[in-house]
Every structure is written in structure tokens, then in C-alpha cells.
Nanobody
Framework: QVQLVESGGGLVQAGGSLRLSCAAS????????MGWFRQAPGKEREFVAA???????????DSVKGRFTISRDNAKNTVYMVYLQMSSLKPEDTAVYYC????????????WGQGTQVTVSS
């Protein structure tokens, strides 16, 4: 059974930092793309960042480039970790952040976590 569990969300002041973590288990994720998405109240879910299987290829939404960094740690005791280091946070970064995994190089993401709330106060 695939499980993605996010943690690390919370309340932070504008300009502050947070590090989100996602623990993925239930499959061998080392060859899959892992990503982060977010959904703000009243808005559609949007892409934030993604990282390839080896960790050498990353992509970011324009709104977070230079402020967020995605990284991953493959296979420690069958749990795969993906992180999102968020710095210089802005109130518009307030959202529920979701971890996701995509099995193919392109296309839809196949597995999703339940999300973790990030709130940035002004």
C-alpha cells in the first residue's frame, strides 16, 4: 500500500523559512519523479517543484524560483524522503502543500499525500 505522509507545515511570519518533508513508502520510488503541489483557499491546485529520480533534475514554478529548494533521499529502510526547503516566505505562499509521485517521465502524478498546511502571516 502506497503512503505519502507530509510534515513540517505550520505558521511562519513573512520572510521566514520552513522545511516540508514527505515520507513515501509502499513501493520502490527511486526511479520515480517526486513533486510538491499546493492549493490555496478558493484556488486550484498548482505545481510548486519536482525532482527526478536521481535528484539531478529539478524544476520549479516561477513564483518560487530562487526561494524554494526541492531535494530527495532515496531508500532509507524502504522509506523515500522528499523535502521542500522554503525561504523568504510570502503571505501568498499560504496553502495546503501536497507531496506527489509520478511513475512516468511525463503525465499525471499517480500518488498523493494528504497535505500539510503552511500559513505565512504578514
Amino acid at each position: 500500500q502506497v503512503q505519502l505522509v507530509e510534515s513540517g507545515g505550520g505558521l511562519v511570519q513573512a520572510g521566514g523559512s520552513l522545511r516540508l518533508s514527505c515520507a513515501a513508502s509502499g513501493r520502490t520510488f527511486s526511479s520515480y519523479t517526486m513533486g510538491w503541489f499546493r492549493q490555496a483557499p478558493g484556488k486550484e491546485r498548482e505545481f510548486v517543484a519536482a525532482i527526478g529520480s536521481s535528484g539531478g533534475r529539478t524544476s520549479y514554478a516561477d513564483s518560487v524560483k530562487g526561494r524554494f529548494t526541492i531535494s530527495r533521499d532515496n531508500a532509507k529502510n524502504t522509506v523515500y524522503m522528499v523535502y521542500l526547503q522554503m525561504s523568504s516566505l510570502k503571505p501568498e505562499d499560504t496553502a495546503v502543500y501536497y507531496c506527489a509521485v509520478r511513475r512516468k517521465l511525463v503525465g499525471d502524478y499517480d500518488y498523493w499525500g494528504q497535505g500539510t498546511q503552511v500559513t505565512v502571516s504578514s
